[in-house]
């Protein structure tokens, strides 16, 4: 199993919509969960961490980490084309601390 | 301005040769990272490290090389006994081990001629 997974999709929303996005992680993977968005050809771009189990809520963006079913998901409100990017999730792995990436999911919204 | 610059922002290699990337990060941070993206793919970890003068490989070092004789610099070196350099490769930096925010410079984009 790989320490951090998503389906690579790509998503398509409406704009207006709620965009969810998830991402499941092994045993290996613990502690501290971002979500990153990337957009063409750019380099990521943090929009999200997550520490604790719960919901995390930024703007337009809520970030939800539940620990005992080892996943995290990220909804996006009120989806918006600028939205459309591949949003990556990342987690802590091993003692040294190593922030590792899913493969990313694209997400498209259409007007 | 504080950041994360990388350069170059496009560089060519030809067969055989060794090049080396440049990371230098202005914002104090102990911890810097190498990963490498393919097409349409994640990221992947080559190396990183949390401290100057120590580093760890991470899941896909063969070829690589890096050093960390400074704080604010992390270079890579791709060698010629990577196989397939193509690639984009994006430096990050973090405060430190216990606070894992990372934050990505613009990358370089490799391409083997």
């Known amino acids: 199993q790989k320490e951090v997974e998503q389906n690579s999709g790509p998503l398509s929303v409406p704009e207006g919509a709620i965009a969810s996005l998830n991402c499941t992680y092994s045993?290996?993977?613990?502690?501290?969960f971002f979500w990153y968005r990337q957009y063409s050809g750019k380099s990521p771009e943090l929009i999200m961490s997550?520490?604790?189990?719960g919901d995390k809520e930024d703007g337009r963006f809520t970030a939800q980490l539940n620990k005992a079913s080892q996943y995290v998901s990220l909804l996006i409100r009120d989806s918006q084309p600028s939205d459309s990017a591949t949003y990556l999730c990342?987690?802590?792995?091993?003692?040294?601390?190593?922030?590792?990436f899913g493969a990313g999911t694209r997400l498209a919204v259409h007007p | 301005d504080g950041g994360i610059t990388q350069s170059p922002k496009y560089l060519f290699r030809k067969e055989g040769q060794n090049v080396t990337l440049s990371c230098e990060q202005n914002l104090n941070h102990d911890a810097m990272y190498w990963y490498r993206q393919d097409p349409g793919q994640g990221l992947r970890l080559i190396y990183y490290s949390q401290i100057v003068n120590d580093f760890q490989k991470g899941d896909i070092a063969e070829g690589y090389s890096v050093s960390r004789e400074k704080k604010e610099s992390f270079p890579l070196t791709v060698t010629s006994a990577q196989k397939n350099p193509t690639a984009f490769y994006l430096c990050a930096s973090s405060i430190d081990r216990r606070n894992t925010e990372a934050f990505f410079g613009q990358g370089t984009r490799l391409t083997v001629v």
């Open positions: 997550i520490y604790s189990n």
């Open positions: 990342a987690g802590i792995s091993g003692g040294y601390n190593k922030l590792i």
């Open positions: 045993d290996r993977v613990s502690q501290s």
